[in-house]
């Protein structure tokens, strides 16, 4: 395998609503992320990007984006109806091939332009379950309830979660909801989809987050302390109601063993939760402990820019290492109701 | 067998709200004053009108000062309809043209009327039919169709770097 | 440096108007059984699941691969999804055999498909959108101009587009799969076709199909071990450029002439009509295999026309295109360019069965998508690269 990293990110200030088309809230955190590797685009080898359709309301939404690239002359470029983070991944799988050796990746969304918790019922089979239209939060609050139940949660570890997610968000100048809370007003507040409560609920947000990674010593010439991805793997699992576990998540369990995360101590990770319980969850299911510092940003929760808050847990952990504050990170990204697809990553400081 | 269910209907419903963007909102003003109001790329200098989403796609970057082109314009390729289709209200045949205006440097589509469709031709003059004022809106719409002015057809090297 | 990687299974389902008959998860898995079959392979063999298709909201569906988990038996598994407009089944067959290449997996399957049939095609492509002035025109008055276009800046006579309708209608007859088998199409009879987006006649046109189209990728040691035919992938590239921008060249985009250069420069090869044994072509309008004859370096500027007129790219032709009867005979959406693909690599494969062309050593697989913009293409071959 050939090292890679992460050499620089941008995001934008994730907003709760824009009036900026997709494309004019690309170009800026497109130029950002250049400038701040230091790259020409001419030197970009390849542009992978991460965005879905039904968040612009458009079929080929995408296709406007190369706009925001510059592409003459025309680029190698692809694109993934998923989160950017898994642009990242076909951007690294493109690099081991030795094709390329720097690429540019970016994922966008508006959550805004439509009633995004409605939306994503669409990810739901079309047959069964679909048709019931149940919204996002109730689909997660189905999972809190069977975790609530079984006992692997409770609703003050959530409060937890939320309470800590809330106040890193006030040193994040890209979150979107911030602030400090007691345990006791977090549990005392009006539940929205029983069991959970708005603020055990992603602040959904509009976003870009754009990363560069580089292989090898072009990635020394551009970065003083390169985020080295150590290992990275994705893993799916059923979606089907009676055919899963909603208290475990038994496909993150198997990414972060494939991409090595239990063979060191990891200093930060920043994970792809949306949900209180889910972060509850996926700390357990990745094995992660109490010397972990779990979502310095302030996570999913706090802004959740639809197809771009996984790179953005990326982009939260790489700059950890880059700025010599961590020596090993772990990046997360998922995707699907009750995070049915889990892509882990880890970063690492030479 | 009979009794398979093999289909189901279910129907969607979402509503969107669209963004026109910030840079296209003085081409938005101009549409509603009966002019064309388009945008200069300060990298190349070209003028789009419409301005698209804002950018130049060729360079990468937001669009910059406004710039007004001339209402006449130049067909530089066309489509005949001849198909009938869903939410389709002109009767067909009809002409679906690009049409390059004059002081823009990209053409845009919209339709040609009060022409027979055969005697539509690449490089023929055209201009504006635009709806009665009260009806104008923030939109391209405002413009009917677009009319042949009887002007000498341009030739054909004035266009041919927009095909 | 790469590894090698070969395709040594594929699968496809029978093309139609609608498959009633399957759910969508029925369709995949019906390309993709047959494919595993090829390769010897159960699901239990594969490392990795690469999906393709074009716009979800065709099926009235969002990221459709999560709830595919089930019938792909992909639980556990990495499943990754590629969507690049018209060209995603070319861009997704090369992601997956760039899982190869990476040395990341030894074993990838890859599927494209569409079923039109459930959804409401004209819904999902025509969201009316603010502000601009809608044309009403179609993917055929997007395309046509652009045809016009050529014709008028190669001087081609009025017929080509129907004699490569013939070509391609009459080839699809020999085979099994193609949505469309009309084997009474004459040129005489083409001409009279209805003019639906002058210059483009219905006979021109392409059908609106479900199906899909499944590959079985493997490494060198997989392949090496494989006792059944194998192609090899010699080359892969993409290229992007913007939809619209002044002064830019709709009849032989950049990015298609950039594309098609960086390919025969990597898989070696100086001459492609030479080379190149097989073509299976992008051509939704049957105008475009003159344009891309041109733009891929398969004839001069201006001549392509000349290639089909004399008859160069029939089955029996110097360079046979589009023996499968192609994209103007069976077109769902999100698995016609690993259509196009997967036949090429059928043909290295000798399995091509009544549309197999004698002893191909080297064939050409092409998509493209978005408004001309979007390019995915490879070469395989019957040796190792």
């Given at each position: 395998?050939?090292?890679?990293?992460?050499?620089?990110?941008?995001?934008?200030?994730?907003?709760?609503?824009?009036?900026?088309?997709?494309?004019?809230?690309?170009?800026?955190?497109?130029?950002?992320?250049?400038?701040?590797?230091?790259?020409?685009?001419?030197?970009?080898?390849?542009?992978?990007?991460?965005?879905?359709?039904?968040?612009?309301?458009?079929?080929?939404?995408?296709?406007?984006?190369?706009?925001?690239?510059?592409?003459?002359?025309?680029?190698?470029?692809?694109?993934?109806?998923?989160?950017?983070?898994?642009?990242?991944?076909?951007?690294?799988?493109?690099?081991?091939?030795?094709?390329?050796?720097?690429?540019?990746?970016?994922?966008?969304?508006?959550?805004?332009?439509?009633?995004?918790?409605?939306?994503?019922?669409?990810?739901?089979?079309?047959?069964?379950?679909?048709?019931?239209?149940?919204?996002?939060?109730?689909?997660?609050?189905?999972?809190?309830?069977?975790?609530?139940?079984?006992?692997?949660?409770?609703?003050?570890?959530?409060?937890?979660?939320?309470?800590?997610?809330?106040?890193?968000?006030?040193?994040?100048?890209?979150?979107?909801?911030?602030?400090?809370?007691?345990?006791?007003?977090?549990?005392?507040?009006?539940?929205?989809?029983?069991?959970?409560?708005?603020?055990?609920?992603?602040a959904h947000a509009d976003g870009v987050t754009a990363v560069i990674i580089a292989a090898g010593d072009r990635a020394r010439s551009l970065a003083k302390r390169p985020a080295?991805?150590?290992?990275?793997?994705?893993?799916?699992?059923?979606?089907?109601?009676?055919?899963?576990?909603?208290?475990?998540?038994?496909?993150?369990?198997?990414?972060?063993?494939?991409?090595?995360?239990?063979?060191?101590?990891?200093?930060?990770?920043?994970?792809?939760?949306?949900?209180?319980?889910?972060?509850?969850?996926?700390?357990?299911?990745?094995?992660?402990?109490?010397?972990?510092?779990?979502?310095?940003?302030?996570?999913?929760?706090?802004?959740?820019?639809?197809?771009?808050?996984?790179?953005?847990?990326?982009?939260?952990?790489?700059?950890?290492?880059?700025?010599?504050?961590?020596?090993?990170?772990?990046?997360?990204?998922?995707?699907?109701?009750?995070?049915?697809?889990?892509?882990?990553?880890?970063?690492?400081?030479? | 067998?009979?009794?398979?269910?093999?289909?189901?209907?279910?129907?969607?419903?979402?509503?969107?709200?669209?963004?026109?963007?910030?840079?296209?909102?003085?081409?938005?003003?101009?549409?509603?004053?009966?002019?064309?109001?388009?945008?200069?790329?300060?990298?190349?200098?070209?003028?789009?009108?419409?301005?698209?989403?804002?950018?130049?796609?060729?360079?990468?970057?937001?669009?910059?000062?406004?710039?007004?082109?001339?209402?006449?314009?130049?067909?530089?390729?066309?489509?005949?309809?001849?198909?009938?289709?869903?939410?389709?209200?002109?009767?067909?045949?009809?002409?679906?043209?690009?049409?390059?205006?004059?002081?823009?440097?990209?053409?845009?589509?919209?339709?040609?009327?009060?022409?027979?469709?055969?005697?539509?031709?690449?490089?023929?003059?055209?201009?504006?039919?635009?709806?009665?004022?009260?009806?104008?809106?923030?939109?391209?719409?405002?413009?009917?169709?677009?009319?042949?002015?009887?002007?000498?057809?341009?030739?054909?090297?004035?266009?041919?770097?927009?095909? | 440096?790469?590894?090698?990687?070969?395709?040594?299974?594929?699968?496809?389902t029978h093309h139609t108007s609608c498959r009633a008959d399957v759910s969508i998860a029925g369709l995949v898995r019906e390309a993709v059984d047959r494919a595993l079959v090829?390769?010897?392979?159960?699901?239990?063999?594969?490392?990795?699941?690469?999906?393709?298709?074009?716009?979800?909201?065709?099926?009235?569906?969002?990221?459709?691969?999560?709830?595919?988990?089930?019938?792909?038996?992909?639980?556990?598994?990495?499943?990754?999804?590629?969507?690049?407009?018209?060209?995603?089944?070319?861009?997704?067959?090369?992601?997956?055999?760039?899982?190869?290449?990476?040395?990341?997996?030894?074993?990838?399957?890859?599927?494209?498909?569409?079923?039109?049939?459930?959804?409401?095609?004209?819904?999902?492509?025509?969201?009316?959108?603010?502000?601009?002035?809608?044309?009403?025109?179609?993917?055929?008055?997007?395309?046509?101009?652009?045809?016009?276009?050529?014709?008028?800046?190669?001087?081609?006579?009025?017929?080509?587009?129907?004699?490569?309708?013939?070509?391609?209608?009459?080839?699809?007859?020999?085979?099994?799969?193609?949505?469309?088998?009309?084997?009474?199409?004459?040129?005489?009879?083409?001409?009279?076709?209805?003019?639906?987006?002058?210059?483009?006649?219905?006979?021109?046109?392409?059908?609106?199909?479900?199906?899909?189209?499944?590959?079985?990728?493997?490494?060198?040691?997989?392949?090496?071990?494989?006792?059944?035919?194998?192609?090899?992938?010699?080359?892969?590239?993409?290229?992007?450029?913007?939809?619209?921008?002044?002064?830019?060249?709709?009849?032989?985009?950049?990015?298609?002439?950039?594309?098609?250069?960086?390919?025969?420069?990597?898989?070696?090869?100086?001459?492609?009509?030479?080379?190149?044994?097989?073509?299976?072509?992008?051509?939704?309008?049957?105008?475009?295999?003159?344009?891309?004859?041109?733009?891929?370096?398969?004839?001069?500027?201006?001549?392509?026309?000349?290639?089909?007129?004399?008859?160069?790219?029939?089955?029996?032709?110097?360079?046979?295109?589009?023996?499968?009867?192609?994209?103007?005979?069976?077109?769902?959406?999100?698995?016609?360019?690993?259509?196009?693909?997967?036949?090429?690599?059928?043909?290295?494969?000798?399995?091509?069965?009544?549309?197999?062309?004698?002893?191909?050593?080297?064939?050409?697989?092409?998509?493209?998508?978005?408004?001309?913009?979007?390019?995915?293409?490879?070469?395989?071959?019957?040796?190792?690269?």
């Amino acid at each position: 395998m050939r090292d890679v990293a992460i050499i620089a990110s941008a995001q934008a200030i994730n907003a709760a609503t824009t009036t900026a088309t997709p494309v004019e809230m690309l170009i800026p955190v497109v130029n950002q992320v250049l400038e701040n590797a230091g790259i020409a685009r001419a030197d970009i080898g390849f542009w992978c990007h991460g965005s879905c359709d039904y968040m612009t309301g458009q079929p080929f939404s995408f296709v406007s984006a190369v706009d925001a690239l510059g592409a003459w002359p025309p680029i190698i470029e692809s694109h993934v109806e998923a989160d950017g983070a898994f642009a990242l991944y076909e951007a690294w799988i493109k690099i081991q091939t030795g094709e390329v050796d720097t690429a540019l990746v970016f994922g966008n969304g508006r959550s805004s332009s439509g009633d995004i918790n409605r939306i994503l019922t669409l990810q739901l089979d079309p047959y069964v379950v679909g048709p019931l239209w149940p919204d996002d939060r109730s689909i997660a609050a189905l999972q809190a309830r069977a975790c609530l139940e079984s006992g692997v949660v409770t609703e003050r570890a959530m409060a937890e979660v939320a309470m800590r997610n809330h106040h890193n968000a006030i040193s994040n100048p890209y979150a979107l909801r911030r602030g400090d809370h007691t345990i006791d007003e977090l549990m005392a507040a009006a539940r929205v989809a029983d069991p959970l409560r708005e603020l055990d609920c992603p602040a959904h947000a509009d976003g870009v987050t754009a990363v560069i990674i580089a292989a090898g010593d072009r990635a020394r010439s551009l970065a003083k302390r390169p985020a080295w991805i150590r290992g990275i793997d994705h893993r799916i699992e059923s979606q089907n109601l009676g055919n899963r576990s909603m208290t475990t998540l038994p496909s993150a369990a198997a990414a972060a063993h494939k991409a090595g995360v239990g063979s060191d101590k990891i200093d930060v990770a920043e994970l792809h939760a949306p949900y209180t319980h889910q972060e509850l969850l996926l700390t357990s299911a990745l094995g992660l402990g109490e010397s972990t510092s779990i979502n310095p940003s302030g996570g999913a929760l706090c802004a959740n820019p639809m197809m771009s808050a996984g790179l953005a847990r990326f982009a939260e952990a790489a700059a950890r290492i880059m700025n010599g504050s961590a020596d090993r990170t772990l990046g997360h990204a998922s995707s699907g109701p009750w995070m049915q697809q889990n892509l882990v990553c880890v970063l690492e400081g030479e | 067998m009979s009794d398979d269910v093999l289909r189901i209907r279910t129907p969607i419903g979402i509503k969107y709200q669209y963004s026109a963007g910030p840079r296209v909102s003085s081409h938005l003003h101009g549409l509603m004053d009966g002019r064309f109001v388009g945008k200069r790329c300060p990298t190349c200098h070209l003028v789009y009108m419409p301005p698209r989403n804002g950018t130049c796609a060729k360079c990468g970057c937001l669009l910059g000062e406004d710039v007004e082109v001339g209402q006449r314009g130049t067909i530089t390729t066309f489509c005949i309809v001849n198909v009938p289709f869903l939410g389709q209200t002109i009767k067909i045949p009809y002409v679906a043209a690009t049409i390059l205006l004059d002081g823009a440097d990209m053409g845009m589509s919209h339709l040609i009327q009060e022409v027979e469709a055969a005697d539509v031709r690449m490089g023929m003059r055209v201009e504006p039919v635009w709806r009665p004022r009260d009806e104008w809106q923030p939109s391209m719409e405002n413009v009917l169709y677009f009319r042949p002015t009887g002007e000498p057809d341009a030739a054909f090297e004035s266009y041919a770097g927009q095909l | 440096m790469a590894e090698r990687c070969a395709v040594i299974g594929v699968g496809q389902t029978h093309h139609t108007s609608c498959r009633a008959d399957v759910s969508i998860a029925g369709l995949v898995r019906e390309a993709v059984d047959r494919a595993l079959v090829s390769a010897h392979m159960t699901m239990a063999d594969i490392d990795a699941i690469v999906i393709g298709k074009a716009p979800d909201m065709l099926e009235g569906v969002m990221m459709p691969e999560l709830w595919l988990v089930d019938a792909l038996a992909a639980a556990g598994k990495p499943v990754f999804r590629v969507h690049t407009a018209g060209s995603v089944g070319g861009s997704t067959a090369i992601v997956a055999a760039q899982h190869v290449m990476s040395g990341v997996h030894k074993r990838v399957l890859t599927v494209g498909f569409e079923k039109q049939s459930d959804g409401n095609a004209m819904w999902a492509l025509s969201v009316p959108m603010p502000f601009g002035m809608p044309v009403h025109a179609g993917a055929g008055g997007y395309f046509s101009p652009i045809i016009r276009s050529y014709i008028k800046r190669s001087g081609a006579p009025a017929h080509i587009g129907c004699m490569v309708a013939v070509k391609d209608r009459t080839n699809a007859c020999k085979n099994p799969y193609a949505h469309l088998h009309e084997p009474d199409w004459t040129l005489e009879k083409a001409m009279a076709s209805p003019m639906l987006w002058d210059p483009v006649r219905m006979v021109e046109t392409c059908p609106s199909s479900d199906g899909a189209m499944a590959l079985v990728l493997a490494s060198e040691d997989v392949a090496d071990a494989h006792t059944g035919p194998k192609a090899w992938v010699h080359a892969t590239a993409m290229r992007s450029e913007p939809t619209a921008f002044a002064g830019r060249n709709q009849v032989s985009p950049k990015a298609s002439e950039d594309c098609a250069a960086d390919l025969w420069r990597k898989a070696g090869i100086t001459s492609p009509i030479d080379e190149i044994d097989a073509v299976e072509m992008y051509v939704p309008f049957a105008w475009f295999e003159p344009m891309w004859l041109e733009s891929l370096g398969f004839a001069p500027k201006d001549q392509g026309w000349r290639y089909v007129e004399d008859g160069v790219t029939e089955m029996t032709g110097r360079l046979p295109v589009n023996c499968s009867g192609g994209v103007l005979s069976s077109n769902p959406i999100g698995a016609s360019g690993m259509l196009r693909f997967g036949e090429a690599a059928m043909q290295v494969m000798g399995i091509a069965g009544e549309h197999q062309v004698d002893s191909v050593r080297k064939a050409f697989g092409h998509a493209y998508g978005g408004g001309s913009q979007f390019f995915a293409m490879w070469v395989v071959g019957a040796n190792k690269p």
